[in-house]
């Protein structure tokens, strides 16, 4: 049963460019978090999905960013214009249903450098 | 979710248990406790969680106080590979989703040989 796969693992955009992220979830799980990770700093959750819809994104950043999850493909996680400041490591989790006593299972991150 | 207080670092030797504490003294009647790592800048992950009782996996012990205020990660053999910042983080079901979860700032472990 292969884990949470998230890709591409490193990612380079110049200043303005757009990036996407992606994330596929483990088999059978329909819920899907980001979270990103700043340099020196701690994991802020970002945005919680269902397919196709939008649970939770109060930690979303009011502009440029946007997270969909679409009833086939993976999670996509769009950063438009992006600026230096957006230079992270992004990791996705998934865990089979909305409920705090099961456990979100993390992938490997997408490590974005912006220049 | 309630608040938790971890210490900064810890040391253990290799061989040893490793007893890792953590105060949620404002957690409430319906939230767990979890226990994540996360080994350099590698993806977290999951080592247990619990409500009330104490569980027990392949990879450690968790021990929750009986008033739940506090709790301790053990890992009863410890190695170099679990050299990692470990995250102890309550989480309650907030009834329009289950909310993402909120890592402070964890405990830094570090094995020695």
């Known amino acids: 049963n292969a884990g949470v796969m998230q890709n591409p693992r490193h990612l380079v955009r110049r200043r303005g460019q757009e990036a996407r992220l992606r994330c596929s979830p483990m088999k059978g799980h329909s819920h899907v978090y980001w979270y990103r990770q700043l340099p020196e700093e701690g994991l802020k959750f970002m945005v919680y999905?269902?397919?196709?819809?939008?649970?939770?994104e109060s930690g979303m950043p009011k502009e440029r960013f946007s997270a969909e999850f679409p009833k086939e493909g993976p999670s996509i996680l769009r950063i438009q214009q992006v600026v230096r400041g957006d230079s992270a490591a992004y990791f996705c989790?998934?865990?089979?249903?909305?409920?705090?006593?099961?456990?979100?299972?993390f992938g490997p991150g997408t490590r974005l450098t912006v220049t | 979710d309630a608040k938790t207080t971890q210490p900064t670092s810890m040391d253990c030797a290799e061989g040893r248990a490793a007893n890792l504490p953590c105060n949620h003294s404002?957690?409430?009647?319906?939230?767990?406790v979890y226990w994540y790592r996360q080994i350099h800048s590698q993806g977290p992950q999951y080592i247990i969680h619990?409500?009330?009782n104490n569980e027990t996996n392949e990879m450690a012990s968790l021990i929750i106080t009986e008033d739940r205020k506090s709790s301790t990660l053990i890992l009863p053999h410890a190695t170099l590979r679990d050299t990692a910042v470990y995250y102890c983080?309550?989480?309650?079901?907030?009834?329009?989703?289950?909310?993402?979860?909120?890592f402070g700032k964890g405990t830094h472990l570090i094995i020695q040989p």
């Open positions: 404002t957690i409430s009647g319906n939230e767990y």
């Open positions: 989790a998934s865990s089979p249903r909305q409920n705090p006593s099961d456990e979100q299972y």
């Open positions: 999905l269902q397919k196709e819809n939008i649970i939770d």
């Open positions: 619990g409500l009330k």
């Open positions: 983080i309550v989480r309650a079901y907030s009834g329009g989703g289950a909310d993402g979860l909120t």
